[in-house]
């Protein structure tokens, strides 16, 4: 389109098409489509890609990146998965999880499921987990928050859903840095993280949680909640 006509290029966006890219697979190390109306995604194996942007898209259930070997970095977050034609692809179940790549290092999920989580994510090596919702949506997890890998997790983020505690295996992490399980339901009481290391923790608006202890956090440098020790 001519650089003067607008008009002509917001027409051109707001219309449905097919975008089809050619180029080689192999040589593809990351790839960033985020906010395109994406419905669908490639059926091609993207074997030595390491980074995939696909969030706030309209996909209805997450793709297979399974045979992925060598994506480490994998965000979702924004596409409403609860409208899957397969009731267990709805939630980040079994079936979801057997989806993801197995070398997966940064997992951003927010917005995108509903339900109670009970796929296994311990078994990859998560460094940085992001499952943040927003109050009052309907794609918001439940009950447990996940238990991750504890040597490898530093940041963990489940903010704005409707998790009512945390694993007790993720108290004892030991490199834990950001934690932010703020706007949740929390209900546990004398929450204690082992992890020395600890930067950043919010755990604000959570009304039935008390208490939290932060006894020798030295590297702390920001804090949102109600605390108790020195």
């Known amino acids: 389109f001519p650089s003067h006509d ?24 990351t790839l960033s489509i985020p906010g395109t109306g994406l419905r669908t995604f490639t059926n091609i194996v993207l074997a030595n890609t390491e980074t995939i942007n696909i969030s706030n898209n309209d996909l209805f259930e997450l793709p297979n990146f399974s045979a992925f070997t060598n994506l480490t ?15 267990a692809l709805r ?5 979801v999880v057997a989806r993801l790549p197995s070398a997966l290092s940064v997992f951003t999920a927010g917005h995108t499921f509903g339900g109670t989580i009970t796929g296994d994510l311990s078994t ?26 504890t040597t490898t997790i530093q940041s963990y983020n489940i ?22 399980i703020s706007g949740n339901s929390l209900n546990q009481d004398n929450i204690a ?38």
């Open 73 to 87: 970095n994998l965000n979702i977050s924004r596409n409403n998965f609860t409208r899957s034609a397969c009731t």
């Open 6 to 29: 607008s008009q002509a290029l917001k027409l051109f966006y707001k219309q449905y098409r097919i975008l089809e890219i050619y180029f080689p697979p192999n040589k593809i190390k």
């Open 159 to 180: 903010a704005g859903n409707g998790f009512t505690a945390i694993p007790t295996s993720l108290l004892t992490a030991p490199n834990l840095k950001f934690i932010t």
């Open 124 to 149: 990859f090596p998560i460094s940085s987990l992001n499952l943040s919702s927003e109050s009052g949506s309907d794609r918001r997890f439940g009950g447990t928050s996940p238990a991750v890998n």
């Open 193 to 230: 993280f082992d992890s020395a290391v600890i930067e950043s923790f919010d755990i604000s608006s959570n009304p039935s949680v008390n208490l939290v202890k932060l006894n020798g956090k030295e590297k702390l440098k920001s804090y949102a909640g109600i605390v108790t020790g020195k």
């Open 91 to 95: 939630t980040l179940s079994a079936d």
